[in-house]
């Protein structure tokens, strides 16, 4: 039996844009319990809010699944993709499947580089966390002692990655490109770790001794 939270989120699959009396109608349930299960799904990014005016009086507010929701939901673009990739390296050499790759993560990340130039190497790092987020990436950063470091706590490409690990290179590539340095993968859920960490030399501390 579905839970209430996965009910509310079928019903939003079905019906976008649902106020929460529509919601409460099709879930069974009332209005204040529904507004709670909304209240939890928006922290969690599963589901987006808008505002609608409907003649005088307060705007109502409008509920729809976000992106990150409706990949809740079983969707056969996982089997496609690792159906062209098993194709694309049964066909091509290694080297020619390589440079894909880079070159699409060089078109992913080209409009930041343009903006990066001029940065501080934080606000490099803030643009690459706007970046990697819009890609469905969850990323934090840190200062380390003389280096910075990238975690990358949740990733789109992890299920992909899983058999085709050429895939780990598209973010890596973009990291780099924007930075104009090179990056080093300290960690990678693909060997157990909770997550993916990018290791990057501070650029003031380069050329300096111990």
Same mark, same amino acid.
């Given at each position: 039996m579905k839970s209430t939270r996965e009910r509310i989120l079928q019903a939003l699959l079905s019906r976008p844009h649902s106020t929460v009396s529509e919601l409460a109608a099709e879930v069974g349930i009332n209005d204040i319990s529904v507004r709670h299960h909304l209240s939890n799904l928006l922290v969690q990014g599963l589901i987006k809010s808008e505002e609608e005016r409907h003649g005088i009086?307060?705007?109502?507010?409008? @509920?729809?699944?976000? $992106?990150s929701g409706s990949e809740m939901f079983p969707t056969n673009y996982l089997k496609l993709t690792t159906k062209i990739l098993d194709q694309m390296k049964n066909t091509l050499?290694?080297?020619?499947?390589?440079?894909?790759f880079t070159e699409i993560a060089l078109d992913m990340s080209a409009n930041y580089q343009l903006l990066a130039e001029n940065m501080s190497i934080e606000e490099k790092l803030n643009l690459i966390q706007n970046l990697l987020s819009r890609e469905?990436?969850?990323?934090?950063?840190?200062?380390?002692?003389?280096? @910075?470091?990238?975690? $990358?706590i949740s990733c789109p490409y992890l299920h992909i990655g899983q058999n085709h690990p050429e895939v780990?290179?598209?973010?890596?590539?973009?990291?780099?490109?924007?930075?104009s340095t090179p990056v080093e993968k300290i960690n990678c859920v693909l060997f157990g770790n909770d997550h993916c960490t990018y290791s990057i030399k501070n650029p003031s501390q380069t050329g300096k001794t111990a």
């Open positions: 009086g307060r705007p109502r507010q409008l @509920y729809s699944l976000t $992106e050499p290694a080297p020619v499947v390589d440079r894909l469905g990436f969850t990323v934090a950063w840190e200062k380390s002692g003389d280096n @910075y470091l990238i975690h $990358e780990c290179t598209v973010d890596k590539t973009m990291i780099a490109a924007i930075l």
